[in-house]
T-cell receptor, first 111, second 116 residues
């Protein structure tokens, strides 16, 4: 697999449920960033977690990072229809360097 | 809240034509990037730019591509002779490395380029 691969590729849940998606990567990183993309639109930054951090929260978002397993997870709690989007993880080897994106998880939240 | 802006939002061009995509990064940012996303595919890195020069580029960024920061606010991507396979959404991003906590890359809304 390539650097930054998400699973599942697609996720369908009911409003109010939690959504969990995972990201795996292969090389060492400085930080990992999660982005959201609504259909055909720009990338919205959600949260950044550094390699020395294990967990971060931002509102209804919770991100974990396990550098020993080279994996991260994004949890969206109490999902809303407006959370319907594609979610991408992107790894960064150093500040100022390129981001390497995964293929994304398409999340559908049904009202 | 400051944001990255891009113009135009859509561009249709004929194969072989030159296109210039424009971006205005966040004003106090020092690092600038171009990425692209072919429909249904991953976001791919093209080039990063710092201190008025390219700091890194991908294999996609061949001689047909160039970047420029012509003044203190704009950052442009030029494709000299477009090919059909250049059709994609092009994203500009910027980041500020001066502060330890700000490795975040902020993306613009994108320019959708269609080459016919």
């Amino acid at each position: 697999s390539q650097q930054g691969e998400e699973d599942p590729q697609a996720l369908s849940i009911q409003e109010g449920e939690n959504a969990t998606m995972n990201c795996s990567y292969k090389t060492s990183i400085n930080n990992l960033q999660w982005y959201r993309q609504n259909s055909g639109r720009g990338l919205v930054h959600l949260i950044l977690i550094r390699s020395n951090e294990r967990e971060k929260h931002s509102g209804r978002l919770r991100v974990t990072l396990d550098t020993s397993k080279k994996s991260s997870s994004l949890l969206i709690t109490a999902s809303r229809a407006a959370d319907t989007a594609s979610y991408f993880c992107a790894t960064n080897k150093a500040a100022g360097n390129k981001l390497t994106f995964g293929g994304g998880t398409r999340v559908l939240v049904k009202p | 809240e400051p944001e990255v802006t891009q113009t135009p939002s859509h561009q249709v061009t004929q194969m072989g034509q030159e296109v210039i995509l424009r971006c205005v990064p966040i004003s106090n940012h020092l690092y600038f990037y171009w990425y692209r996303q072919i429909l249904g595919q991953k976001v791919e890195f093209l080039v990063s730019f710092y201190n008025n020069e390219i700091s890194e580029k991908s294999e996609i960024f061949d001689d047909q591509f160039s970047v420029e920061r012509p003044d203190g606010s704009n950052f442009t991507l030029k494709i000299r002779s477009t090919k059909l396979e250049d059709s994609a959404m092009y994203f500009c991003a910027s980041s500020d490395r001066r502060h330890q906590i700000t490795e975040t890359q902020y993306f613009g809304p994108g320019t959708r380029l269609l080459v016919l």
